[in-house]
Structures are given as C-alpha cells and as structure tokens.
C-alpha cells in the first residue's frame, strides 16, 4: 500500500479546507491540468441540470404508463437512457418497486454511490457515518428519523450499493391521486421519496 | 484487516439529519472540492477502483475527522502525488511547474460529453456464470483482497461468512480488487444477494427484512 505510512502527501497541502482546494485548484490551473472554467461548468451542471426532477419524472410516468413501467423494471438502464438520462454514475441502473408487501431503500456503505443522472449529487445526510453505519442494521429507526413508520406487514429491503450498479426506488403512488397532472404528480416525489427514506407525498 | 470506511452495521452513531433537496452544495469549497476530482478524473491516470482506494487508504484517524469533500480532497492530493501529476515539492508550495500531460486537460466545451458518457463497467468475461436466481450462496469468511494485501475490495465486513441466496445476475463487471490496484479488468459474474437481517445481526429489527448486497462471483461459494 503506497500510503500506509505517516506521511500522505496530502499533508503537505494548508488543513484549512477551504484554502486547501483553493491551493489545489491554483496548483492545477498553473500546471495546465484544470481549467477553472470547466469547474464552473461541472458545478453549475449539478447545482441546476441534473438533480431528483429527473428521476421523478421517470416515477410519474412509471405511475401513469403500465407499459413504460413494465420495460423500466426490466431494462431500467436502457429505459431511463431513451429519456435522457445516462452518464456519470448512472451507468449500470435498477428500478425497485415500493408495495404493500416490501419497502425498499438504498444506501451505499463503503463510500456514497448514488444514482447521479436521475437523482444528482447526493444528500449530506446520505453520505454520512451514521447513514452508513445505520440503514443496514437499523433501517426502520432510520426511517423513524425521517417520519416515516411503515405497517408490521411491510418488510424492508435495504439494497447496498457495493458495485456500479445503481437504484432507484419507485414509491408507492399516494391514494388520491387520480386525475393530478404530471407537474402535480411530480410534486409528490421528493428525492428522499426515490432513495427510500421517505414515502412519496409526504414531507418529512 | 479492517478500514475505517467499512462502516455498515457500526454501532454508535448518532442521528441521521434530513435536509432539503436544495442547495445541492452548502459551501463553495464543495463544489469547488467536486468538479477538481471530476476534472482530474478525466485526465486519465487512474479509475474509480483507484479513487476510492485512495480515500480508503487515509489513516482511520483522518478518515473519522475529516469530512466528505476532505476525504475527496486528501484522496485526490494523494493520487495526484502517486501519478506524478503534481510533485511533494509542489503540493508544499514551490513554483507549479507546467505539466507535461496538459493535452489531456478537461476544457469547459467536453464537460457535458464527459459527464453524458460515463464509464460503464460491463465487460465480457471468460468466466461463466456460476449460480442462478434463487440459489444459495456465502459469502467468503475472510473479506480481505486477495490479490493484494490490505488491498481494495467491496465485501463488507458485516456480510463476510453470511448465507443468502442469488436474486439478480446483473453481467459481467469489472473486478474492483483488481482493477484498484492497476492490474487489470479482471472481469467476472456480478449479482445482487439477498441476506436475511437475522443472517447478519444479532438483533435484527423484523423477521422479514433483508439486505441486499452487490457481489461478485469470486467473494460467494456455493452454499449446501
């Protein structure tokens, strides 16, 4: 192992955080191997492009379309990719299916995979040691966190992202709903809602 | 022959704190921290395998004290030091000197091309296919890479030595405990296998639940 030894060269960077990517970057950019623009490029991509609007449209028309559902739960990667959503960890994608019988819910616990092009970056929360550690062994007090008590019938199903493959969590369509658009479909399927920590129309 | 990121099962932790759906980066740092490991990404000198090896691979005291976007930062400081990209005397503040492998510099026009192309993992394999839907399988007692010592791998320690059964092949995918380490595809049958919580916890929640794992053909043994 090349640094399993005291002296990372990260160590050799400022500790503050903040000045410590600013030092990077600078670095970088002096080198000729990062181009500030392209930075802005990739944030802006994520902070406005690519977020959880994309996967709910993917779940409102899985609710509203039986054979778009049927294809989606076969060949959720190919399914998505006709919508335009394929790329960066969204490579390899799965569709799991919330009902009466079992809840689904995704965690990754070595790291933070997570379902980019159709969910975007992913939460804090869900990259933390506590949601890492928990939603194995406890998943049901995890969801508690989060409001959500599911009925004694109901098993979880806790998938851990330890390869490339991602999944994204189709939550039970809310009872009422029929006749709402696809804007006020859409509306109801929160981020949380496709990770599975939430169910969808229902806040916190 | 832990590390610290094998968290899964952990005891201890506090609360999970949900958050709104925006803003996506809560500092600019974040942001910054992010699009540079994307960006040095693309310059071609490691894989993902070898991105994680290298958070992986930060002292367990540093990898609990830092958080998500340090973990990123020190990994990618580390790989750029490794790769010869950036020199010790550089990172320590001497003069950047230009770099000789600039062509390869991500510019602002490829970002959504890089971005929209990804790297799937999916590669053909000589290996066949062991195990089918529905079979009974475990999971290697010992977790560690068994190409390299201390090396990469994806089978967590809470799922090592457990029973469960096939209930997806997914193809054939790169080999992380090879691939991390520049040795190669190594590609092999992949599959989800589901796992009783009782199969894993002492105390599990509900006799119903189940965790389901993505595991690669050389971590399972077919079970009696």
Same mark, same amino acid.
């Given at each position: 192992?090349?640094?399993?030894?005291?002296?990372?060269?990260?160590?050799?960077?400022?500790?503050?955080?903040?000045?410590?990517?600013?030092?990077?970057?600078?670095?970088?950019?002096?080198?000729?191997?990062?181009?500030?623009?392209?930075?802005?490029?990739?944030?802006?991509?994520?902070?406005?492009?690519?977020?959880?609007?994309?996967?709910?449209?993917?779940?409102?028309?899985?609710?509203?379309?039986?054979?778009?559902?049927?294809?989606?739960?076969?060949?959720?990667?190919?399914?998505?990719?006709?919508?335009?959503?394929?790329?960066?960890?969204?490579?390899?994608?799965?569709?799991?299916?919330?009902?009466?019988?079992?809840?689904?819910?995704?965690?990754?616990?070595?790291?933070?995979?997570?379902?980019?092009?159709?969910?975007?970056?992913?939460?804090?929360?869900?990259?933390?040691?506590?949601?890492?550690?928990?939603?194995?062994?406890?998943?049901?007090?995890?969801?508690?966190?989060?409001?959500?008590?599911?009925?004694?019938?109901?098993?979880?199903?806790?998938?851990?992202?330890?390869?490339?493959?991602?999944?994204?969590?189709?939550?039970?369509?809310?009872?009422?709903?029929?006749?709402?658009?696809?804007?006020?479909?859409?509306?109801?399927?929160?981020?949380?809602?496709?990770?599975?920590?939430?169910?969808?129309?229902?806040?916190? | 022959?832990?590390?610290?990121?094998?968290?899964?099962?952990?005891? %201890?932790?506090?609360? +999970?704190?949900?958050?709104?759906?925006?803003?996506?980066?809560?500092? $600019?740092?974040? *942001?910054?921290? @992010? #699009?540079?490991?994307?960006?040095?990404?693309?310059?071609?000198?490691?894989?993902?395998?070898?991105?994680?090896?290298?958070?992986?691979?930060?002292?367990?005291?540093?990898?609990?004290?830092?958080?998500?976007?340090?973990?990123?930062?020190?990994?990618?400081?580390?790989?750029?030091?490794?790769?010869?990209?950036?020199?010790?005397?550089?990172?320590? %503040?001497?003069?950047? +000197?230009?770099?000789?492998?600039?062509?390869?510099?991500?510019?602002? $026009?490829?970002? *959504?091309?890089? @971005? #929209?192309?990804?790297?799937?993992?999916?590669?053909?394999?000589?290996?066949?296919?062991?195990?089918?839907?529905?079979?009974?399988?475990?999971?290697?007692?010992?977790?560690?890479?068994?190409?390299?010592?201390?090396?990469?791998?994806?089978?967590?320690?809470?799922?090592?030595?457990?029973?469960?059964?096939?209930?997806?092949?997914?193809?054939?995918?790169?080999?992380?405990?090879?691939?991390?380490?520049?040795?190669?595809?190594?590609?092999?049958?992949?599959?989800?296998?589901?796992?009783? #919580?009782?199969?894993?916890?002492?105390?599990?929640?509900?006799?119903?639940?189940?965790?389901?794992?993505?595991?690669?053909?050389?971590?399972?043994?077919?079970?009696?």
């Amino acid at each position: 192992m090349p640094h399993d030894h005291s002296d990372h060269p990260h160590s050799l960077l400022p500790s503050d955080p903040d000045l410590r990517v600013r030092t990077l970057e600078t670095i970088l950019t002096r080198k000729g191997l990062v181009d500030p623009a392209a930075l802005d490029e990739i944030i802006d991509t994520y902070a406005h492009r690519i977020g959880p609007r994309n996967g709910a449209r993917v779940v409102v028309r899985a609710w509203t379309d039986p054979a778009f559902r049927k294809a989606l739960m076969e060949d959720a990667t190919t399914v998505v990719a006709g919508m335009g959503y394929y790329g960066r960890q969204g490579e390899h994608m799965v569709a799991v299916e919330n009902t009466d019988e079992v809840h689904n819910m995704v965690v990754c616990t070595l790291c933070s995979c997570y379902p980019w092009p159709l969910l975007g970056i992913p939460p804090g929360w869900y990259k933390s040691d506590a949601y890492r550690a928990r939603a194995v062994r406890e998943p049901r007090k995890v969801l508690a966190g989060f409001g959500v008590t599911l009925p004694a019938g109901t098993a979880v199903r806790v998938w851990d992202s330890t390869a490339e493959v991602r999944y994204l969590v189709i939550p039970q369509r809310p009872d009422g709903t029929d006749g709402l658009s696809e804007d006020e479909l859409m509306a109801l399927v929160t981020r949380d809602s496709m990770i599975g920590t939430a169910l969808a129309g229902r806040t916190g | 022959m832990s590390r610290a990121h094998d968290m899964g099962g952990r005891f %201890g932790d506090g609360a +999970v704190t949900p958050e709104p759906e925006t803003p996506v980066f809560h500092t $600019d740092w974040h *942001a910054r921290a @992010l #699009a540079l490991t994307l960006a040095c990404g693309a310059l071609g000198k490691w894989n993902i395998d070898v991105s994680r090896h290298a958070r992986e691979s930060l002292s367990p005291t540093d990898y609990a004290r830092f958080s998500y976007y340090e973990k990123w930062m020190a990994g990618l400081a580390d790989l750029l030091a490794d790769t010869g990209l950036v020199s010790r005397e550089e990172l320590s %503040g001497q003069a950047p +000197v230009q770099s000789g492998t600039n062509d390869r510099m991500l510019t602002a $026009d490829r970002v *959504a091309s890089v @971005l #929209a192309t990804g790297g799937p993992a999916d590669r053909p394999s000589d290996i066949a296919q062991q195990f089918a839907p529905g079979d009974a399988v475990i999971t290697r007692r010992l977790n560690g890479n068994r190409l390299v010592n201390g090396g990469h791998t994806r089978l967590p320690g809470y799922a090592a030595g457990a029973r469960g059964r096939i209930l997806r092949f997914h193809g054939t995918h790169i080999l992380p405990d090879s691939s991390a380490h520049h040795l190669g595809d190594a590609a092999e049958p992949l599959y989800a296998v589901a796992f009783p #919580a009782a199969e894993l916890w002492t105390h599990p929640e509900h006799p119903g639940d189940e965790v389901v794992l993505d595991l690669w053909q050389s971590y399972l043994e077919p079970a009696a």
